[in-house]
């Protein structure tokens, strides 16, 4: 390699620092799962979070839109990524890059004991969770097909007060 093609290469931002070893709670996530993960870790900004829709996850991914949003409550119920709003998601801080390690080490200390990966049996919380999501998702397919109608019953008249 010359210097020349050296100097030419530039990375796309800044290169962050993080510990991954909250990687080694990841609990048996479907393919789609590990795949969406690994590029928004890709794609996040210092501190995890991540600015992109679910069309443009699947876009950078090469997938349809419906897999992101299949594969995303896998992540969201093994708490490695927590839905902000539209578009804006966090990953936990013990996945996340940052600037530097002091950095990183503030955030997982802030942490609730209950949010850290390493306390617990992860998978069987990742498996509640996802049934959770699961059922709540079911009783709203129900209503839906109930047509969420509620009767409504005649008024009954108001006296007129003078």
């Known amino acids: 390699m010359t210097s020349a093609v050296a100097e030419e290469w530039v990375p796309r931002r800044n290169v962050l620092w993080g510990s991954f070893n909250g990687l080694a709670y990841v609990p048996r996530l479907p393919p789609t799962g590990y795949t969406l993960l690994l590029h928004m870790m890709s794609e996040q900004e210092p501190g995890g979070l991540v600015?992109?829709?679910?069309?443009?996850?699947?876009?950078?991914?090469?997938?349809?839109?419906?897999?992101?949003?299949?594969?995303?409550?896998?992540?969201?119920?093994?708490?490695l990524v927590t839905v902000v709003r539209r578009g804006r998601f966090q990953l936990h801080p013990m996945i996340a890059a940052f600037n530097d390690p002091r950095e990183q080490q503030r955030a997982v200390r802030a942490l609730p004991k209950d949010m850290r990966l390493d306390v617990g049996d992860f998978e069987d919380e990742y498996e509640?969770?996802?049934?959770l999501h699961l059922d709540e998702k079911a009783r709203k397919a129900e209503a839906k097909a109930k047509g969420n109608v509620t009767s409504i019953t005649k008024p009954t008249r108001l006296k007129r007060v003078h």
Do not use: F, K, W
């Not at 600015?51 to 119920?77: C, F, K, N, Q």
């Open 51 to 79: 600015v992109a829709t679910h069309d443009e996850l699947a876009t950078g991914l090469a997938m349809e839109r419906g897999m992101i949003s299949r594969a995303m409550p896998h992540l969201v119920a093994a708490r």
């Open 128 to 131: 509640r969770r996802l049934q």
